[in-house]
């Protein structure tokens, strides 16, 4: 079950347009998937350029956006149609275990914290509104111990490159 999860197609993503070439990618592969997924990473470390992860693990978290507060929600700059819209596509969206496998550009981040630990990241699966141009997704930086945080990313496209605006949402 695990490996036809992790084997979604890009089919969730929205419909090929006409004149499109057919989609054969995974969805953890998926151009649009890790577009955003490097535009979360880059707004999380605050890096001038596009910048990448060094070592990407499979979240142990799912994006559970229907059990948000309505001041975390209204704290995310979304419209309320907006926010519904992913709330919808959410359970489509909910890959257990995520791990991308992407092909990353730009400049390679830390592999260490500010105090010198190792740490990792993880992406939670992004959920994409139906117009294909606007998604949400969790980057959590995790140190080998137990210390982690997590950020949640709003990522749009409202031109030719994703970008992203991102908030705390967890510290353990």
């Known amino acids: 079950m695990l490996l036809i999860m992790a084997a979604l197609?890009?089919?969730l993503l929205g419909p090929v347009t006409a004149g499109s070439?057919?989609?054969t990618t995974t969805f953890a592969s998926a151009a649009r998937t890790c577009d955003?997924?490097?535009a979360a990473y880059?707004?999380?470390?605050?890096?001038?350029?596009?910048?990448?992860?060094?070592d990407v693990q499979?979240?142990?978290?799912?994006?559970s956006v229907q059990s948000w507060t309505p001041d975390f929600k209204a704290s995310l700059?979304?419209?309320?149609?907006?926010?519904?819209?992913?709330?919808g596509n959410a359970t489509a969206y909910a890959v257990p275990n995520f791990k991308p496998a992407c092909e990353w550009k730009g400049t390679r981040g830390a592999a260490t914290n500010e105090e010198g630990h190792a740490r990792y990241v993880?992406?939670?699966?992004?959920?994409?509104?139906?117009?294909?141009?606007?998604?949400?997704v969790e980057v959590s930086f995790r140190e080998q111990d137990s210390?982690?945080?997590?950020?949640?990313?709003v990522v749009q496209r409202p031109q030719a490159t994703w970008s992203a605006t991102c908030m705390r949402s967890w510290i353990t």
């Open 21 to 23: 070439p057919p989609v």
């Open 77 to 87: 700059s979304l419209s309320s149609q907006e926010f519904e819209d992913m709330a």
């Open 36 to 38: 955003v997924l490097q």
């Open 122 to 136: 993880t992406f939670t699966a992004p959920i994409f509104a139906k117009t294909g141009r606007l998604a949400l």
């Open 9 to 11: 197609t890009v089919e």
């Open 58 to 63: 499979a979240a142990s978290r799912i994006l």
């Open 147 to 153: 210390f982690g945080y997590g950020l949640i990313c």
């Open 42 to 54: 880059t707004a999380t470390t605050n890096s001038r350029s596009t910048a990448y992860p060094p």
